[in-house]
DNA sequence: TGTTAGCACTCGATGCGATAGAGTGCTAAC
DNA sequence: GTTAGCACTCTATCGCATCGAGTGCTAACA
């Protein structure tokens, strides 16, 4: 059967009437809303060819229909118009990324919070992969004789930090002085560019220096190669709750549940994406995790250096306002790469060593 | 009326029974359970006494009896069999504590996560006055010409960073001399002992050394002004939909929404207590937040060096499992006290100047 | 050939009455 | 003081009738 211009706009009609209502859509309600002059029952008949293409369900005989999961990415594929309208609220966002406040937990956090905000659905955040940025500065911050904190900070001024502990005493001026040959050999590089047998070269160097780099060099190299938090945030997971369609409240405790599962939010997540897209939307029974069979998830993905390290991704029903979304992730996501684009261009006027 | 023995035994198994149940309990069920040889004709009279003395009610005529407010009260302060069972599942906490991993927010979060966890119902931490902490040390970390990063490690091993801008380009070794001026002056104290006056006159003292440290100081005072961030953190807020009395999903939903109003959560764990006491129990209608009331709240408070800095609370259905709910904030407090008391101790041994 | 009015049919939602059962309060007997 | 017995109350549940939205089909119409 073939999907001519009329059965489109009748389709298209029944899904932005279940986005807004959450109810079957009847022949009435298109005969009435569509400005084609045509009669319910014109409409049923090709109602009922759109479902003998799979492309709306009826949940049961006398009902009337609903798009299935066909339908919306026939939708969100080509029907869709994509409203580039600009966004307000994200001053708020700005604020943040523009440096004020760099700590990488709570910067992800925030950004989730914003974007469940903006959006009324849930956001997922993936942490960026550390291991991918840029070193821009190490700092030893002596604590005590046999404990110090390593501060690492990456381009996009993100700060991260783990406490290091020694079998020697330490002296507040070795702190300095290891702290000078750390930046020397790994400022500027990612850690990921590092090769062991750099690394192996860096160890015996810095040990001729002090004996007390021993154990340094060891914490360091472990905090680099296990710290790499690889995580998710969960924001606004109850705004779900606010769904009709998840008014069940089983239903609504088995999402919950599942939004709490890092693992199962790692997988999904995952921006394993191909080269060229950037925005990866799964709808409905697309989805492999069995408690977001009826939910429809957009995940964007950032890039860094020409890779991506992260992704943030938003949860809702499957009759989401996908183009608002996608509008909002896509300015976020934006955003975010900037600040790690306009951090490298300062990188130029570097502290005079 | 007197509360005589036999009052106490019947009211004290109504309650047990409706912590188990949350079923409002019958005459018959303490007749069989009670090992008094009674009827249930003998207990209903009991019942009925217990109730015209305000320690349960009926939700309607001919139903079984739940505990008041007034009842829960009693059974609170009076009838509850303190267990101080050790606690499993704290290693984890531990850990934590032992300094591995320092950065505040993400260690309160883990707390909040693991008392959640632990205790099945909704965590809410508060986060430790900084200010009246006392500062180990201070690292200012050069970022580029114009930034800096102000690192600060209060006791405990707790870290919290700020970036600094100044309007002066920086060299790497005017951020060492800073920091070695700031640790000279800062070290050992805590941020509330330091008068207006006598922080003035460092502010003196520091531009005679370099014109440099005009915009540093002005930073970092507001940093020690402002950056004290009151926060709260909401842990485990959907475990309450685990239970019954919230399977309504208005009631759930409402619960949610104030879960996340910070201002609320604030007031809830408001930490304004006698000096000898450091457990509060509000139960139901004791509440001041309108959307607790069918809630029980127990709020933990910690200190350091005499003063109260923070709180944990649990936040459950009134039929919440007290006794445990105590035993686990107890526990969790003590050790989080300790970490700061452990770091007292190590205090000794500082790194040599 | 496409469109439409008409109509029988389906099925969920709603409302109502009857019923069962849990639990009470009261009374009278022990 | 305790208890058996009993009438009473109230909720929860089930069946049943009804309502209405919506469909599919057929026949008539342009």
Redesign the interface.
Known sequence: MELNDRKIQILQAIIMNYLETAEPVGSRTISRRLPLGLSSATIRNEMSDLEEMGLIVQPHTSAGRIPSTKGYRLYVDHLMGLSGKPMERFDQLRGLLQ?????L??LMKEMGDILAELTKYTAIVDMPQFRKTRI??L?L?????Y?M?L?V?TDG?I?R???IRTRH????EDT?RMTDILNEHLAGRTFDAITPEEAAAMKREMQADSTMMEGVWDAISNMLRYADNIDVFTSG??NI??FPEF???AR??AL??VF?EKDKMLSLVDYDLKEDESMKITIGSENTIEQLKDCSVVTATYKYGGQNIGSISVVGPMRMDYDRVIGTLDYLVKDFQNMFADNEE??Q?????
Chains 1, 2 share one sequence.
């Open positions: 440096n004020k406040y760099v700590q937990d709570s821009k500065r700092q911050v002596p604590l005590d004789q404990s904190i501060v900070v001024n700060v930090n783990n406490v005493p330490l002296q507040v300095y997971a109850t709750l606010n008014s069940d409240i609504a405790r919950m549940e709490h300062k990188e006027k570097k502290p005079t060593e």
